[in-house]
């Protein structure tokens, strides 16, 4: 592709960079545009573990990468990681900091604190006061942050800046799910904070309701499945909106009090996910609410099991954190964003593909890669296309780079994802030709453009409409 750009729904080059300003301001890795790159050893680390030990979306790699607009997800840690009852804290937090890099300060603050929104608004300041400038490879680069579309049309007419729309990932943060760790819930603290975020300089365009842990707002899907019994998931895994979660989603989309902000379908539980669809059908029919995934995947089937099953969801992960077929088409009647991760665990059944990836030829492990991703945007169009829906309009591109996933192989910082869109031109080619698809809009389109839209202009796009 000629002139190759992208957006990114959901990626956090602040969780290490803030987490390292816990134990000196002026450390270098507390520094939004530093760079750890990839060598042998971090590479091996990752190809025994699935361990990222360098940075995947700092601002100098985005820059390199051609990153155009980052949405940067705020995401206090929840203290469920960091606590475990077979572990003092001490050493919780050393162990932990060898797998995902934020500090060991930074973790013992996490394990001590009792206001997650505190901690929200540290983050959140910490990144609006970063150094907005930086020359990279001998051209001064610079990020700004977007307040409407007037700031994205500013920005898309220049160049060497990435435009940043902050996001938020997990309510938790207004000050909840934290009685087990002595701190009780108040109400009114929570809409009082609400309130303060719909009303900052810089709002975030969405929240995700749900995270990893309890929140008493809504159910969570299980998602940390690599750790074991290092966390405990188990509170309230599963449910649906509490009475709750469901004032805090209309106090969230209430215009009258701020910005709306929209919300996120990503970790809810399935039970969570229908009680949403169902509250916005009641109360709020006549308005256009976008459903957004910020950085998901597909079963590649249906919910009740009696429709089509894509053939490839026999290596799709069915976890109930991913995405039916039914949910496809309610997003995309919403005008909503589909945007799939680049995480290998979350695509696939990993047990499935044991000795797919040999990590000998990089060309091959990419080609493998962006098989297995074009797989979920193959399912994802011919559920459009069977229910009379435009195939390519609604997905794109949230990679959660640098939120400790598991990158795919080819894959392992922003800076392949310019090779990766040239092999998904080559498999929507492919696809094209094969006429899989009826809808004339569905299969009268050029690959370029497929790519394009997924990386790029779907997301502009709905940023017009939706900012």
């Known amino acids: 592709m000629a002139d190759f750009k992208y957006t990114d729904l959901h990626c956090h080059p602040n969780l290490k960079t803030f987490g390292h300003s816990f134990s000196n301001q002026d450390h270098p890795k507390a520094d939004v545009w530093f760079t750890k790159k990839p060598d042998f050893f971090t590479r091996k680390i990752y190809e025994k573990t699935g361990l990222t030990k360098f940075s995947q979306t700092d601002l100098s790699t985005m820059t390199r990468a051609k990153g155009k607009i980052a949405f940067v997800s705020l995401y206090p840690f929840e203290k469920g990681f960091f606590h475990n009852p077979y572990v003092s804290p001490p050493l919780a937090a050393q162990l932990a900091n060898w797998g995902i890099e934020i500090g060991y300060n930074r973790i013992r603050h996490i394990q001590k604190h009792s206001s997650y929104f505190e901690d929200l608004k540290r983050e959140y300041l910490f990144f609006i006061h970063s150094r907005q400038k930086s020359m990279v490879d001998d051209v001064l680069q610079a990020w700004s942050p977007l307040k409407d579309t007037a700031d994205l049309t500013h920005n898309l007419n220049t160049e060497n800046e990435i435009a940043v729309i902050f996001s938020i990932e997990g309510a938790h943060v207004f000050n909840t799910g934290l009685e087990e760790y002595g701190i009780q819930l108040d109400r009114e603290e929570v809409f009082t904070n609400i309130s303060m ?271």
């Open 197 to 467: 975020v719909k009303n900052w300089e810089f709002p975030p365009l969405f929240i995700g309701l749900a995270h990893n842990f309890n929140n008493d707002l809504c159910g969570h899907a299980r998602s940390l499945q690599r750790l074991g019994k290092l966390v405990n998931q188990e509170k309230n895994l599963g449910i649906g909106l509490t009475h709750l979660g469901s004032e805090v989603v209309r106090e969230l989309l209430d215009k009258r009090s701020g910005r709306r902000i929209l919300i996120d379908l990503k970790h809810m539980s399935l039970a969570t996910r229908m009680d949403y669809f169902r509250l916005l059908e009641e109360e709020f029919p006549g308005e256009s609410i976008p459903l957004i995934v910020s950085h998901g995947a597909l079963t590649g089937r249906p919910i009740r099991g009696n429709g089509i099953a894509s053939p490839l969801s026999n290596i799709f992960n069915a976890t109930e954190l991913n995405f039916y077929d039914e949910e496809i088409v309610k997003l995309v009647e919403s005008k909503g964003l589909f945007a799939f991760q680049m995480d290998l665990n979350i695509h696939v059944d990993i047990k499935k593909i044991k000795g797919l990836f040999r990590f000998k030829n990089p060309i091959e492990d990419l080609q493998n890669s962006a098989l297995l991703i074009w797989n979920q945007l193959q399912h994802f169009a011919e559920v459009c296309d069977r229910n009379g829906l435009f195939a390519w309009g609604n997905t794109c591109l949230g990679t959660d780079f640098d939120g400790s996933i598991y990158p795919f192989p080819g894959i392992l910082t922003a800076e392949g994802l310019e090779p990766l869109s040239l092999e998904l031109k080559n498999l929507a080619g492919s696809y094209l030709k094969k006429r899989r698809l009826t809808r004339r809009g569905n299969y009268e389109i050029q690959a370029e453009e497929i790519v394009e839209r997924f990386f790029f202009t779907n997301t502009v796009q709905f940023l017009y409409g939706n900012f």
